[in-house]
């Protein structure tokens, strides 16, 4: 009970410590979002800058900030510009008077020449940088004018034209940057241009501190050392060095003594981003180097412990960061790791939202094939027995309605009477006309209108009965549409399973495969690893032009097959037209088993149009199609069925629809389409490269053999031509073939085309296996012969004969061992 009371008393406990922590951090983001809203919103952080770069000069009285920063804010934020006007007057007053009246004098003409050119400019963008270099030229102009009562020397002019020049690049540095100080402008990455006019930016505004000190510190080199240590931090040495070089180089320009501190400050930032795997501490040691080097070496009158104090706070505020702003300011920089995995969450979303549209697109196209399929579940003897009823309402109206008899008959002997109409519909529709004598003798002592009864039936049959067959169609192209859409769903829904496959990180084994390539002496520049799966192997590599050697097919393909353990060839290569050039080549697993086929083809009486149709189809996941189709009869119609057969097939197959499907689906058509009597057989053979086996599915068609060795063997099925039913079920047979198998497909014309013979089947088993030949063109074209010979040359119906030998794949090239280099590390 204590133990109870005890546990209890700690859980309320651990409840009061969390709500305090809960209200904390819900009062830190709220004071956040508040101060986002102040600042970003309210545009006061503008104001802020406006008054820094109000300050900035160049070589001590140029003022190239104002205007460009003033001019982009009231192009893109124009409900900001007030303050922005006044951040910009307030700084440069705590210059001098003169300097502020430069400064609304120019922001004067400025709004004054940009407001009354309005209707001639198209792009705002375009022509800004133009408006703020003419407007500072002619103020620049006037007001030296003025200060040096009314002359003007070469220096001046001088002067005027390189502010004018830093102003134009100003703007269009600004035009990057001043979007990213406001909220609704923030973008998720940064481009490397983007980078660098932020660090402009932000450089320029430090000058705006220039002069300030607390305790003879100065706040600009403090400001400067610590933005340095941030990026160098968070980017690395690259990006640290090159703030460390513009933020020095703004500085130098701003005053001339501090020429020195582009030295410490790139140092700094090189030095940083190398020590930046020892956290905020490694970069920190950096700029301790960096700063007692220079300073050391610096000039004479630096003193060095104060430009040590000030690295020292720089260091103080990089520790106190929140390590929240470094991770958040990472994932806008191209480069880190922050910014990858940041990359890698927007494409794994995008990637879950796109599997998640296709998943249910499937689903639709799965629901709409069930609609389709409802109406099936109707009982068949249901359905024919209300016909049967709308029949019979049908004759009654025409003969009983007005007969004396009606009620006797359809009333007190209900049952006789259907019965008996029932068996003469039953007559009529089967051609038993006139009726037979007991029937005859019924219905004219039942009825006493059977001749007008029997007209009218035979009348109304004739209208039943294409009634009939047309809601036969409807139902069998609904169960087609039905068809048609599952298979669709299920194509998109394996679609959805291959999208949602993550990319594995095979960064290790790329390093792997490069030090081993390089090992031997083959320069690699990049390899992208994204399947290492058995059988699915899929590399990308990027290598200097080999001048035509194949290096990659007969160096690279054998040394990563017998580093993976299994065959690897180019699958395809894009080579470089140019010596200074890149090849480019995409390797994969080989497939197990290879298909060699050969084909004999004529058709009836020597003529050029055959009835018949072959095709050899590669479809993807290593299968390959081997198909005959026979149209009916001979001539251009028959030529057109098989080969729309063929054609519709092909199609199928290749959008991924199983075979099955795609066989019956092509039947629904070819029997919709069209009321003639055309029909086709189709023979067709699925290989599997990866194991031989093979899927032989036979609508119509005569058997095929397989050679295997002094063996042959016969592959038949029962199945109806394409085209006659409606619906029907494919019979599916599977073999398994072994290397060096000779599969022998025909079509009728050769499989019954020998004359006097009685047992097609012993005589083709005998021809195949005394032809001594395992090249598929020689063997198709000898059996051909054989069955001419037996006709005396005749060819008395169209003939195809197919031949398709499956062999091992031997690659062209050797693998090429590395024990060496396997024994000291082996990739996984």
Not at 345 to 352: N, Q
Request: aromatic letters at 8%.
């Amino acid at each position: 009970m204590a133990k109870m009371d005890y546990t209890a008393m700690e859980t309320v406990r651990s409840v009061d410590v969390a709500k305090p922590n809960v209200e904390v951090s819900k009062g830190l983001r709220n004071a956040r979002l508040k101060l986002e809203w102040l600042f970003l919103q309210k545009g006061i952080l503008i104001m802020l800058v406006g008054f820094l770069l109000g300050r900035a000069l160049i070589l001590s009285h140029l003022m190239p900030f104002a205007l460009p920063f003033f001019a982009v804010v009231y192009v893109i934020k124009r409900k900001h510009s007030p303050l922005a006007f006044i951040g910009l007057l307030a700084g440069s007053l705590t210059l001098s008077i003169s300097s502020m009246s430069y400064t609304f004098f120019s922001i004067t003409l400025f709004l004054i020449v940009f407001r009354m050119t309005k209707k001639w400019r198209k792009d705002d963008f375009t022509s800004l940088p133009y408006f703020v270099c003419g407007t500072i030229l002619i103020s620049s102009f006037g007001f030296s004018y003025i200060m040096q009562q009314f002359k003007l020397t070469l220096f001046d002019g001088v002067m005027s034209a390189i502010e004018g020049g830093l102003a134009f690049i100003l703007t269009l540095i600004f035009i990057q940057s001043i979007p990213l100080l406001s909220i609704q402008k923030r973008k998720r990455s940064l481009k490397t241009e983007e980078v660098v006019s932020v660090i402009i930016l932000l450089a320029s505004v430090m000058t705006g501190t220039m002069g300030w000190t607390v305790y003879d510190l100065s706040i600009e080199h403090i400001f400067a050392r610590y933005l340095v240590l941030i990026f160098a931090f968070v980017a690395g040495a690259t990006i640290g060095s090159t703030v460390g070089v513009v933020t020095g180089l703004i500085f130098s320009l701003s005053n001339v003594t501090s020429l020195y501190q582009m030295s410490l400050l790139a140092f700094a930032g090189l030095l940083g981003g190398i020590m930046k795997e020892g956290k905020k501490v490694g970069a920190s040691i950096g700029l301790m180097i960096a700063t007692l080097l220079v300073g050391m070496y610096g000039e004479a009158n630096t003193i060095l412990t104060q430009t040590v104090y000030e690295s020292l706070v720089a260091i103080c505020l990089l520790l106190i960061t929140p390590n929240t702003l470094t991770n958040k300011l990472a994932k806008f920089i191209p480069g880190t790791n922050e910014y990858h995995q940041e990359q890698q969450i927007y494409m794994r979303k995008i990637r879950d939202v796109t599997a998640s549209r296709v998943s249910q697109f499937s689903s639709v196209f799965e629901a709409l094939s069930n609609s389709f399929k409802q109406f099936d579940h109707i009982k068949e003897e249901d359905h024919d027995d209300k016909e049967l009823d709308y029949f019979l309402s049908n004759v009654t109206e025409k003969t009983c309605q007005t007969c004396f008899k009606k009620e006797q008959c359809w009333a007190n002997h209900f049952d006789k009477t259907y019965n008996l109409l029932k068996d003469v519909i039953y007559e009529h529709d089967i051609g038993n006309i006139p009726l037979s004598p007991r029937l005859t003798r019924d219905l004219e002592k039942h009825c006493t209108r059977n001749d007008k009864m029997q007209d009218a039936i035979s009348k109304e049959l004739t209208f039943y009965q294409a009634n009939l067959k047309l809601k036969k169609q409807v139902k069998e192209s609904r169960k087609l549409v039905a068809e048609q859409l599952l298979g669709v769903s299920e194509v998109m829904r394996d679609f959805a399973k291959e999208i949602q496959k993550e990319r594995e990180n095979h960064e290790i084994q790329e390093e792997q495969i490069l030090e081993s390539l390089e090992d031997f002496g083959i320069d690699i520049e990049h390899v992208d690893i994204f399947s290492l799966e058995k059988g699915n192997v899929d590399i990308d590599m990027t290598i200097p032009y080999c001048g035509g050697k194949g290096t990659c097919e007969k160096l690279i393909a054998p040394m990563l097959s017998d580093i993976l353990g299994e065959t690897v060839v180019v699958q395809k290569e894009e080579c470089a037209t140019f010596p200074s050039g890149t090849c480019h080549a995409m390797l994969g697993s080989a497939k197990n088993y290879a298909i060699e086929s050969g084909v004999a083809h004529a058709a009836k009486g020597g003529g050029l149009v055959s009835g018949d149709s072959y095709s050899m189809i590669e479809l993807g996941a290593g299968k390959y199609a081997v198909a005959i189709s026979d149209g009916m009869g001979n001539g251009e119609r028959a030529h057109y069925e098989s080969l729309e057969t063929l054609t519709l097939l092909k199609k199928i197959l290749q959008s991924g629809i199983e075979e099955k499907v795609a066989i019956k689906s092509v039947n629904s058509i070819l029997s919709l389409r069209t009321t003639d009597e055309i029909f086709s057989t189709l023979d067709l053979a699925m290989i599997d490269l990866h194991n031989a086996t093979s899927n032989f599915l036979k609508v119509g068609s005569t058997p095929s053999f397989i050679k295997r060795g002094d063996k042959v063997f016969k592959i038949e099925a029962s199945n109806l031509p394409m085209g006659m039913f409606y619906e029907f079920d494919v019979d599916v047979v599977t073999e398994q073939l072994k290397a060096g198998d000779l599969l022998i497909m025909m079509s009728d014309g050769v499989f019954e085309g020998p004359k006097h013979v009685e047992n097609y089947d012993a005589w083709m088993k005998r021809k195949i296996k005394e032809i001594n030949t395992s090249d598929p063109q020689e063997l198709s074209d000898l059996i051909m012969e054989e069955v001419i010979r037996t006709r005396s040359g005749n060819i008395e119906d169209d003939m195809t004969v197919v031949v398709t030998k499956v062999s091992h794949n031997t690659p062209k090239w050797a693998t090429i061992p590395i024990n060496y280099y396997r024994k000291k590390k082996k990739i996984s």
